[in-house]
């Protein structure tokens, strides 16, 4: 091997946790379990009986890698080097957090105490153990979950989010409403009175850490007075494509996402009359839509399909390109991040990139390239199709599949909290501002 390609390995070893995240205050600190010879109570945890080993549990550091958490813990540098060429294709060292949870199982035999194995926890449910005690090997585990379903009501005060948060209800459940409702309910709008119903799933560790939301099965929103029902019902399982449809089983969702990133503003329109002082006042048409974000902001898929192009090019800088049907694709340009390559299927929603400022910009923004029939259009200006609705031969099925839920739905009654204050929505995504920036 030669020497530049030790260095260039030992750089990978040596890569830093670069994702910067706040460290959490309650983060366990490094405690070693005393050795135990009384009463060896098994403690199974990743897999392993603990008692077999010394454990170290710690939280990566900011600049962290993984070679130099080894490293601190007494081994030497031509191990880690052989374990990293183990699992590179594995497990990608570069991915660990700061502030992420890891844990040391030392060896009790060995005098020194060297680690037998690395388990890091991405979040509180996954886990990556490298265990390098025999011949080194990558095992992705998942600690039990218990869900539990919960039943929920409100009648909106404020925002959703604010009814929510005073019922002491996880607000994701507001962001997951708003998304199933992001066609039909215009959430800067609702109106005090409306009121809402759902049935969702919760997620527990060890049966009694809470995890999050799991999914939102049923909800029933009232806006004006007008009753619109979601029920989660898988379509095909195959690809995975889940759906909300209403009680007629029509799909709650478009075709098409209004927007590639949430949180964003539009900073310049599809112009075909576009002029930029910069070049003399001439004409430059502006066939795409920008918008603005942060440098790392998700880029979303607007609709499902199948990756056509990812690549990086002139003035597009990295960008990937989206079919969706033989008349829709979508392009999305100056991506800091491709996140997805030729051939994959994309769900709408999923991130296929993060935003950059690669090619010809500015500033950090995705420029949106909406095509119909081989031309670029403006997506705003379109009608555009709903998604697709649930095909006869599952409708019964699907029918037959909400009864129940529909049942325990109507049953829960409106909760009530009173709280008086001005009707404002923290909810939702889309400023529109009108303005120029390049392409
Ligand atoms: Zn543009």
Redesign the pocket.
């Known amino acids: 091997m030669t020497r530049s390609v030790m260095a260039g390995l030992l750089m990978i070893v040596l890569m830093s946790a670069c994702k910067k995240e706040k460290q959490s205050a309650e983060m366990e600190e490094t405690v070693t379990v005393p050795e135990q010879k009384a009463e060896p109570v098994e403690i199974r945890e990743f897999g392993y009986n603990l008692n077999d080993y010394i454990v170290i549990r710690d939280t990566i550091k900011f600049g962290d890698s993984f070679g130099e958490i080894l490293q601190r813990n007494k081994m030497e540098y031509p191990e880690i080097y052989h374990i990293v060429e183990k699992v590179k294709d594995s497990f990608n060292i570069a991915s660990l957090q700061a502030g992420k949870p890891y844990t040391l199982l030392c060896s009790k035999g060995d005098s020194l105490q060297r680690p037998r194995c690395f388990i890091y926890q991405p979040n509180s449910i996954d886990y990556v153990v490298v265990d390098f005690s025999d011949s080194t090997q990558v095992v992705k585990g998942k600690k039990p979950v218990k869900l539990v379903q919960r039943e929920a009501s409100g009648v909106i005060n404020s925002s959703l989010y604010e009814t929510l948060a005073d019922n002491n209800m996880d607000v994701n459940v507001a962001y997951r409403l708003s998304d199933i409702y992001a066609w039909t309910i215009d959430f800067f709008r609702i109106d005090q009175g409306d009121r809402f119903k759902v049935v969702y799933t919760e997620k527990y560790i060890d049966d009694t850490i809470y995890a999050g939301v799991d999914k939102i099965h049923a909800a029933y929103f009232e806006h004006r007075g007008k009753p619109i029902y979601a029920f989660r019902f898988m379509t095909d399982s195959t690809k995975g494509i889940v759906d909300y449809f209403d009680e007629d089983a029509k799909n709650l969702r478009r075709a098409f996402l209004r927007a590639p990133v949430q949180f964003s503003r539009i900073s310049?329109r599809y112009n075909l009359k576009r002029r930029i002082a910069y070049y003399g006042n001439r004409i430059r048409p502006?066939?795409?839509?920008?918008f603005a974000a942060p440098v790392g902001t998700p880029i979303l898929a607007t609709a499902n399909g199948t990756v056509i192009e990812s690549t990086r090019r002139g003035g597009n800088g990295n960008y990937v390109k989206v079919r969706h049907n033989a008349t829709y694709t979508t392009q999305y340009?100056?991506m800091q991040k491709r996140k997805v390559k030729v051939g994959d299927f994309v769900k709408q929603g999923d991130v296929i990139g993060t935003v950059g400022m690669t090619g010809n910009t500015s500033g950090p923004?995705v420029?949106?390239?909406f095509w119909k029939n081989g031309r670029q259009v403006d997506p705003f200006k379109q009608d555009l199709p709903d998604a697709e609705p649930i095909s006869d031969s599952l409708k019964t099925r699907y029918l037959d599949f909400i009864a129940p839920v529909k049942t325990q739905l109507d049953k829960i009654e409106f909760k009530t909290v009173q709280k008086d204050e001005s009707l404002e929505s923290e909810l939702i995504t889309l400023k529109e501002e009108d303005g120029i920036?390049?392409?």
């Open positions: 310049s502006h066939k795409g839509t920008d340009l100056h923004h420029c949106y390239r920036s390049s392409n």
